[in-house]
Antibody, heavy 121, light 108 residues
Framework: QVQLVESGGGVVQPGRSLRLSCAAS????????MFWVRQPPGKGLEWVGV????????YYAESVRGRFTISRDNSKNTVFLQMNGLRGDDTAVYYC??????????????WGQGTLVTVSS | EIVLTQSPGTLSLSPGERATLSCRAG???????LAWYQQKSGQAPRLLIY???TRATGIPDRFSGSGSGTDFTLTISRLEPEDFAVYYC?????????FGGGTRVDIK
């Protein structure tokens, strides 16, 4: 079945970096755009960014642009979120999700289980 | 950026009742590219509706979506115990692909 599994979360000090991974299985990964969405504790969902099926196009939320970078390795069925210059307000559960229609102009389905990133000194 | 405003913030209803959730966009959503998600406590969100009115695979027909332009509605015709959760709308017609703030459906 279609599955997404995030990893790489943890506790990191402000200003430091962290890289999240999302391993996909059960579908042709190279045919789908992939999203990252985050959710601060007790709050709502916030779109972080998206990468096209081939990695050539990427869009980011204003809150992370210039600090976060999305990339993908289609040979390993994995999408990454490189987070630099982390701040306290980046503390959240980070989800990866597939653009179920292929392009980023479609809904998100399915979602991974999420990985918690805590930025704290 | 399209700002999505969901109302009410919390809806307190009993099982068997009808739930009507609203999602209003600050500008027209291109081609009704609007989705609804359900999130239960401690779980990842799940896609319910896309294209404003099309149910995702496996979603019961008590869930329905409607609307276009700037006003969208998610209706749950008869609440089941498993439907008490938080619901989010999201537009995906253009970047940034923003989410609404969510509506919590609580047991009355």
């Amino acid at each position: 079945q279609v599955q997404l599994v995030e990893s790489g979360g943890g506790v990191v000090q402000p200003g430091r970096s962290l890289r999240l991974s999302c391993a996909a299985s059960g579908f042709t990964f190279s045919g789908f755009a992939m999203f990252w969405v985050r959710q601060p504790p007790g709050k709502g969902l916030e779109w972080v960014g998206v990468v096209s099926y081939d990695g050539t196009n990427k869009y980011y939320a204003e809150s992370v642009r210039g600090r976060f970078t999305i990339s993908r390795d289609n040979s390993k069925n994995t999408v990454f979120l490189q987070m630099n210059g982390l701040r306290g307000d980046d503390t959240a559960v980070y989800y990866c999700a597939r653009a179920f229609g292929g392009t980023y102009f479609s809904g998100l389905d399915p979602w991974g289980q999420g990985t918690l990133v805590t930025v704290s000194s | 950026e399209i700002v999505l405003t969901q109302s009410p913030g919390t809806l307190s209803l009993s099982p068997g009742e009808r739930a009507t959730l609203s999602c209003r966009a600050g500008q027209s959503v291109y081609s009704s590219k609007l989705a609804w998600y359900q999130q239960k406590s401690g779980q990842a969100p799940r896609l319910l509706i896309y294209g404003a009115s099309t149910r995702a695979t496996g979603i019961p027909d008590r869930f329905s979506g409607s609307g276009s332009g700037t006003d969208f509605t998610l209706t749950i015709s008869r609440l089941e115990p498993e439907d008490f959760a938080v619901y989010y709308c999201q537009h995906y017609g253009s970047s940034p692909f923003t989410f609404g703030g969510g509506t919590r459906v609580d047991i009355k």
